[in-house]
């Protein structure tokens, strides 16, 4: 067990409700990632569904999470031969912090047609990327980010106003990435916006959704992340996931709010 593997844990405490522990290693100042936050979640759902692998998660966050223990309340939706549906309550204190809705199948029998309508960019060799974000932050500690382009505003360059981080991501222990740790790493990359209006302010997470297409492959992932839209204080970002065989693993979209000091 990988340290990933062990921080994101959970125990049965009934037959709906399996207990996590928010640990410390993974937090953006004092709150965990809340794609972290979300692997717990996967983790219970998981052991709760016949199907074992993510295929599209939704997790609205309610309200911050903080170190301990978090119960996860699931309710099975339903459960079909090659799908199930599940909510999750994420319950803190007595309060319903994260509310997931999710759907697994097993990724391995999927089979179909296959299209893109972009080929997967080139980006700089990960060795030759400066070290991506605030390396002073908690999370770093456990995930290794290189930023091959849109990370001069983290060297004390101008915001490129580009709202596009694209580069490496990595379990800094060198753990290869597993079906749940895409959920973490789409939201491990800086958010875009301080590609754009500098390195001021709070970002704070309302929705995020992750679509996993493939097991990953062994190796560092390849990552894209990119803002379309900033709207009286409100951003989009849009994600992509490529493992190191060149294979789109996991696509993502989130929704946030630019909070900007003000005088």
């Known amino acids: 067990m990988n340290k990933f593997e062990f921080d994101t844990q959970v125990i049965p405490v009934s037959a709906s409700v399996w207990r996590g522990e928010l640990r410390q290693g993974w937090r953006i100042a004092e709150v965990p990632n809340g794609g972290y ?13 016949p199907h074992k692998d993510p295929l599209a998660v939704n997790a609205f966050y309610l309200a911050p999470t903080k170190l301990g223990p978090i119960d996860c309340h699931v309710d099975i939706l339903r459960t079909g031969g090659s799908t199930s549906h599940a909510t999750v309550k994420m319950v803190q204190d007595g309060d319903i912090k994260v509310q997931v809705t999710a759907a697994f199948t097993t990724l391995d029998s999927l089979r179909g047609e296959n299209w893109s309508r972009s080929e997967r960019p080139h980006f700089t060799p990960r060795d030759e990327c400066p070290v991506g974000g605030d390396s002073k932050l908690e999370f770093r500690q456990n995930v290794d980010l290189r930023i091959a382009e849109g990370g001069g505003v983290f060297r004390g360059e101008a915001p490129d106003r580009r709202g596009e981080y694209s580069g490496w991501g990595q379990l800094a222990d060198g753990s290869d990435p597993d079906v749940i740790s895409l959920l973490m790493f789409a939201d491990a990359f800086p958010p875009p916006a301080f590609s754009i209006l500098g390195l001021v302010g709070w970002v704070p997470t309302v929705e995020l959704t992750v679509q996993v297409r493939a097991h990953p492959a062994p190796g560092p992932l390849q990552m894209r992340l990119g803002s379309r839209y900033l709207t009286e204080g409100v951003i989009d970002e849009d994600g992509e996931i490529w493992d190191s065989s060149g294979a789109l693993v996991a696509i993502s979209r989130q929704t946030a709010k630019v909070r900007v000091p003000r005088g």
């Open 37 to 49: 936050v979300l692997a717990i979640a996967a983790r219970a759902l998981r052991l709760a569904l």
